[in-house]
């Protein structure tokens, strides 16, 4: 099965930087990627499908790049209400498999 | 508007089993893949299983495979999930999710909580 293996396991930041995840797939899965954000409590958000297209609503602070093994999730102004934890998800073939989660948090 | 709503969740002892149940309205149920995903107390999320639209097609990940049964009933829009020879680490939050692959809509989740 191909496993996602993100990175960093969490990160703080402040107000207005611009934040940076990474997600690997242990084979190729074209761009059968999606990210997530999930709040406290909360059930997980879709912000990225086709690791690089914008769920309607998401704000366009957001965006994803990447194919085939390298993924990008990237936060260009990272806003108080971002704090969360962000998930990568293969979607090419069962078993679909998560990453691991990054928790954001400002500084 | 989309609604899938769980239910069926609780507190059941290691080996026991537990039926979970998804109701879903506001969209084509008998068109749309459904999913199970489990998230553990203060863990990440765990694809469990999905279901093709007619029933014909099921996927699981390993650590269910052979407890666990995902069906569904499409004359009553409903999604389930047997549980089946429950162990300590199946104790997670359970949500259903409408589609294959990526998921737009979820429920809010059911805990099931395996403990003597």
């Known amino acids: 099965d191909i496993q996602m293996t993100q990175s960093p396991s969490s990160l703080s930041a402040s107000v207005g930087d611009r934040v940076t995840i990474t997600c690997r797939a242990s084979?190729?899965?074209?761009?059968?990627l999606a990210w997530y954000q999930q709040k406290p409590g909360k059930v997980p958000k879709l912000l990225i499908y086709?690791?690089?297209t914008l769920q309607s609503g998401v704000p366009s602070r957001f965006s994803g790049s990447g194919s085939g093994t390298d993924f990008t999730l990237t936060i260009s102004s990272l806003q108080p209400e971002d704090v969360a934890t962000y998930y990568c998800q293969k979607y090419n073939s069962a078993p679909v498999t998560f990453g691991g989660g990054t928790k954001v948090e400002i500084k | 508007e989309v609604q899938l709503v769980e239910s069926g969740g609780g507190l059941v002892q290691p080996g026991g089993s537990l039926r979970l149940s998804c109701a879903a309205s506001?969209?084509?149920?008998?068109?749309?893949?459904m999913t199970w995903v489990r998230q553990a107390p203060g863990k990440g999320l765990e694809w469990v299983a999905n279901i093709k639209q007619d029933g014909n097609e099921k996927y699981y990940v390993d650590s269910v495979k052979g407890r666990f049964t995902i069906s569904r009933d499409n004359a009553k829009n409903s999604l389930y999930l047997q549980m089946n020879s429950l162990r300590a680490e199946d104790t997670a939050v359970y949500f259903c999710a409408r589609g294959n692959g990526f998921n737009i809509y979820w429920g809010q989740g059911t805990l099931v909580t395996v403990s003597s």
């Open positions: 084979q190729g899965i074209s761009n059968y």
């Open positions: 086709a690791a690089s």
């Open positions: 506001g969209f084509t149920f008998t068109s749309s893949w």
